[in-house]
Structure formats: C-alpha cells, structure tokens
C-alpha cells in the first residue's frame, strides 16, 4: 500500500529518545586510560581497557561531576546513594564480557528537557533517567572486505544515557530535543555533541496509535542515525512505515531497527524474542557511592551559565527579539562575546546586530569560529559608540572601518576612523559644497526634481554619498538637500 499523507491526521506518533553522550573526560570510565578520538586502533588502552582477569575498576569522580552538572542542569532529582551494575552480553568488542552501567539506581532521575513543540511554544520533555556507563569497543565492518576489525579506545570510555518519558510527539520535536540536548552539554563543556564522531548518538523508540487513543501502540527502536537530520528521517519513515503496517492489519513487533540513510529506510535488527538477556546484578569492584547534599550544591554554585538563562536575559531584560537571542545564545561562544560586548555599550540591540550580522558573515566568509576572532568585544563595542555619536556612519563603519579593525584588532575604531579621514562631516558648510557640488554635475536631474519628481531626492543622496566618500550625516544631508532645491 502506498502511504497517503492525510493518513498522518489519523494517527499519532509516541516517541521517547534515548541519548548517549561521551563525556570527554581526560582518562576513561573506570581507569587511567586516556582516551582521544583518531588516535592509532588499540592504542589507547591497558589491561583494564582490555578486560585482562584480576584487573579492578576505579569509578573516575570526574564522570560524577559531569553527571551531576548535567542534572542539575536539567532540573533532576540527583540519587544520594547508587551502586554500578553488571550488564552482560558477549561481543568482540566488549573484552570483559559485562558494561559496568547502572540499572536501579541511575545518578539522575527525573527532570526534563525544554523544547519548542511544532507551533513554537514550549514544551517541556520529561526525563525518566540519566545514568553512567562505559562505552565499548567499536567493530569495523567496511575496512577489511572479509573480516571484522575491532578498535578497543573506545572500550571504558565514560557515557551518560539520557532517558526521555515517550512524550516526543512528531519528528520535529525529536529534532529539537536532540538540537537543545546537544546545545546544553556545549555549554556544560562536558561533550563535544558531534553526532558524526558518534560523541553523541540516539536510539529512537517510536509507536502510533490511532489518534485520541490512550493506549500506546507497540514500539518500535530505531538505531543507527549519525547526524540529527537522520534521526529525523529515520522517524519520519518509521511514522509512516507503522501507520501503513496498521492500516493493512499487519501486525507491528516489538523490535530493533537500523537506520539505513543511503535509502532513507529502516530495516529489521532483531526482534525482542531474540533479545539479549543482560541479567543485571551489582557490580562487586565498585563501592557504593553516596553524592552529598554540600556537593551538589557545590556544583550548583559553579554552574557555568545555561543557554535558557541568558535568552531568557536577553529577551526580557534587554527587550531583544526572540530571533536575537535564539541567534545569540545558539552557541556558547557567541553568547559569551555578546555578554562581553555588553560590558562596553549598552546599545543592546546595535550590539546584536554587530554580532549577528557582519561578524558572523566574516567568520562564514572566513570559515573561522568566533574563538578565532582577532578582535575583542571591547573594540567592536567602540565602534557601535562611534557610529551612535555620529562620527561615522553606519554603512561606512560596516564597509570601511569593519574590515580595518579585522586588519588591526589592536588600533581603537575611532583611531582607524580618523587615520584614513571616515570621520563623518556634520558640519553643514561642508556638506552643502558637496550637494552644490553634486546639482553642479547632475542639472537635468535638478531641472526634474524642480517639476515635481521629488522621489530624485534618493538620486541625489547617492551622488552625494559618492563625492564625499560616504561621509555625509545621511539625516541632516537629506534635510539640506531639500532645503536647497526649494528655494
Ligand atoms: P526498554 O525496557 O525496552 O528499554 P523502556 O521502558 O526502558 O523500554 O523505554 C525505553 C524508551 O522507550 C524510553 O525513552 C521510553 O520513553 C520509550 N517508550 C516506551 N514505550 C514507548 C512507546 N509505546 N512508544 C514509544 N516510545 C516508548
Ligand atoms: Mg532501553
């Protein structure tokens, strides 16, 4: 059967996402190893790595940290007193036989993820759990045309599972959850979020059911999806994949899938009877941990500043736009600068507009990140104070000066202005050479203007800017030049 879209209206989608990010720790999980991704195969790791027998665990108290961070972060409840589990299941790329994961008592319950829903509005996403285990290995299957290689750096390498409760509604929504997912633990500097590095990946549970319904449909779980606009792909498909399997009786089972993108489908992993058994039970090397009161709170107080924080800052006490301060607080870096920026001149949105629009194009223009950014905010922050004094003008500072200060981030905005003569004339004298100047050259255009064409007035603004080098006062020479046709 062919899918028809306004089978979408009939049904609803029921998702929850299951994020795994790699903390980037110096040393790993439950060792010393260190861990850096294009680092040589098998070469960071030790017999711990390696799962040799007699090789004991030590749980690293940076991952706790991290965790903690995290879900303070996103508001969780933070478990005092947890133990580690034994997660059990044979694979070339998991030496020890076992992942030490956490299974009763994960390091956050709780909490929840703030998204916008399909209309723009906030929603918020609940979490069910986050909680700490090791990565492992990684089997390469498209190296060697006849065997299977198998990396181990990666073994032991510290993740923290993020469990959202199935309220996810749409492919959209998912999409948002991980963009806001990836942006929070940036501006935790506890994950770098590159999907393609698989630093940060998801599993996607989904189901339908016939809309209005209360029962949840039988779900699906979708893996492999290496970039955000592949998850979103992988739930569209599946959406429509399971609505068609329902529309023709076909009964849906309780699977994993693989995402292929080449073909933008989902094929069949293993169905849930064939499911491994982990048969959890507590790790016997590793203490209980107990997580203190003092020291979530110590945490709490050096929380680095939160993306929600400053849009909600920039939105309601420095009266930006919705647009701004989406822009503004998309990455930490930037954010940062901003606040900076802002120490200097209080022309907020000036600021803004300085930052989104002819820093950021010279950074695309330059393909740099803001970090490589030779001027300082202070700088930038002088020439938004010169342009609102009116020493220059707006167009010359974003053409001439801009590109100056790039060249010297040490020389003052004002300096280079004067230097290569940008400082503007308001100065009525000399502006009214200048248009005298430009009637002088353009008479038929004067002769037109005099016979009712007064939209030439725009003409004779940009000759104007043209002979006096862009230094015109746009506002006092436009005034001027009225002045002097009608007399
Ligand atoms: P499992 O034991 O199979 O891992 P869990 O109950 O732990 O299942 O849920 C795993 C993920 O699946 C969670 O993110 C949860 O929100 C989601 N989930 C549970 N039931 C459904 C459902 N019917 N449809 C979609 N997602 C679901
Ligand atoms: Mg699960």
Redesign the pocket.
Do not use: M
């Given at each position: 059967m062919d899918f028809k879209e306004e089978l979408l209206d009939k049904y609803e989608a029921?998702?929850?996402?299951?994020v795994h990010i790699q903390l980037n720790t110096k040393t790993k999980a439950y060792s010393s190893d260190r861990y850096k991704y294009g680092d040589s195969p098998n070469s960071d790791v030790s017999v711990i790595s390696l799962g040799h027998p007699g090789t004991l665990p030590r749980f690293n108290k940076q991952v706790m940290n991290y965790a903690v961070k995290l879900g303070v972060a996103l508001d969780c409840e933070i478990t005092e007193k947890m133990n580690f589990a034994r997660k059990n299941y044979f694979y070339p790329d998991l030496p020890k036989g076992y992942q030490i994961t956490q299974d009763l008592t994960p390091i956050c319950t709780g909490g929840a993820v703030k998204i916008k829903d399909e209309k723009g509005n906030d929603k918020l996403v609940h979490l069910?759990r986050i909680h700490w285990e090791e990565d492992a290995g990684k089997s390469i299957h498209d190296l060697d045309p006849f065997n299977t290689l198998v990396d181990l750096n990666r073994a032991g390498v510290p993740l923290l599972e993020i469990?959202?409760?199935?309220e996810i509604k749409s492919s959209e929504e998912a999409y948002n959850y991980l963009y806001e997912v990836r942006k929070l633990v940036r501006y935790l500097e506890i994950c770098n979020g590159n999907m393609e590095e698989g630093s940060l990946r998801c599993d996607a549970?989904?189901?339908v059911m016939p809309k209005g319904s209360d029962t949840?449909?039988?779900?699906v779980e979708v893996k492999n999806m290496n970039s955000m606009r592949n998850v979103q792909k992988a739930i569209e498909f599946e959406i429509r994949r399971q609505i068609i399997a329902n529309e023709t009786g076909e009964e849906i089972k309780q699977e994993t899938r693989a995402y292929d993108a080449l073909n933008n489908r989902t094929l069949s992993m293993r169905s849930k009877e064939s499911d491994n058994d982990y048969r959890y039970f507590p790790e016997p090397d590793l203490p209980i941990i107990r997580v203190s009161q003092e020291y979530v709170s110590e945490v709490k107080e050096t929380m680095p500043p939160l993306p929600d924080q400053l849009y909600r800052k920039f939105t309601e006490e420095l009266k930006l736009s919705d647009y701004d301060s989406k822009i503004l607080t998309d990455s930490k870096e930037v954010a940062l600068y901003f606040e900076e920026l802002i120490q200097h001149n209080t022309n907020y949105k000036s600021c803004a507009n300085w930052l989104i629009g002819d820093i950021k194009s010279y950074l695309n223009d330059k393909a740099i990140e803001l970090e490589e950014f030779p001027v300082k905010p202070e700088a930038i922050a002088e020439l938004v104070r010169i342009i609102d004094e009116g020493k220059v003008s707006n167009s010359v500072a974003s053409q001439k000066i801009f590109p100056l200060i790039v060249e010297n981030p040490e020389k003052s905005a004002l300096k280079i202005a004067e230097e290569n003569n940008l400082v503007q004339d308001s100065d009525e004298d000399s502006i009214k050479d200048y248009i005298l100047q430009v009637f002088e050259n353009n008479p038929s255009e004067v002769e037109r203007y005099k016979g009712g064409e007064k939209q030439l007035v725009g003409f004779f603004m940009g000759q104007l800017m043209k002979v006096s080098g862009g230094k015109a006062d746009p506002k006092s020479a436009n005034k001027l030049i009225r002045e002097l046709l009608e007399q």
């Open positions: 029921v998702i929850g996402l299951e069910t469990v959202s409760e199935p549970n989904i189901s949840f449909g039988t779900k």
